[in-house]
Nanobody, 124 residues
Framework: QVQLVESGGGLVQAGGSLRLSCTAS????????MGWFRQAPGKEREFVAA????????YYADSVKGRFTISRDNAKNMVYLQMNSLKPEDKAVYYC?????????????????WGRGTQVTVSS
């Protein structure tokens, strides 16, 4: 069982930045690919970014490419999402997820464990 806890959400003006963090309880954290997803009010949850076990590969949704950066620190069991140039449409609950065996990290069904989410609000 892996527990994931997100933090770092909040209210920011358009054009601003936030850094989300996710702490994982897994003893073998480095064995998990990690992803960030988000869900805006009235919309389905969508893929934001993912990072491979060794951080050698990263993946981004087109809507955040060039603005968001995913990273991880396996020694600290942490994954991060640096969000720059935030837009009002980035407002959502952001979820951290862990995947032990899959490879299609754009797909939420691939992930085995989920955090409870952290709210990001961007004012215009």
């Amino acid at each position: 069982q892996v527990q994931l806890v997100e933090s770092g959400g909040g209210l920011v003006q358009a054009g601003g930045s936030l850094r989300l963090s996710c702490t994982a309880s897994a003893r073998t954290f480095s064995s998990y690919a990690m992803g960030w997803f988000r869900q805006a009010p009235g919309k389905e949850r969508e893929f934001v970014a993912a990072i491979s076990w060794s951080a050698g590969n990263t993946y981004y949704a087109d809507s955040v490419k060039g603005r968001f950066t995913i990273s991880r620190d396996n020694a600290k069991n942490m994954v991060y999402l640096q969000m720059n140039s935030l837009k009002p449409e980035d407002k959502a609950v952001y979820y951290c997820a862990a995947d032990r065996y899959g490879s299609n990290w754009y797909y939420e069904g691939e992930y085995d464990y989920w955090g409870r989410g952290t709210q990001v609000t961007v004012s215009s």
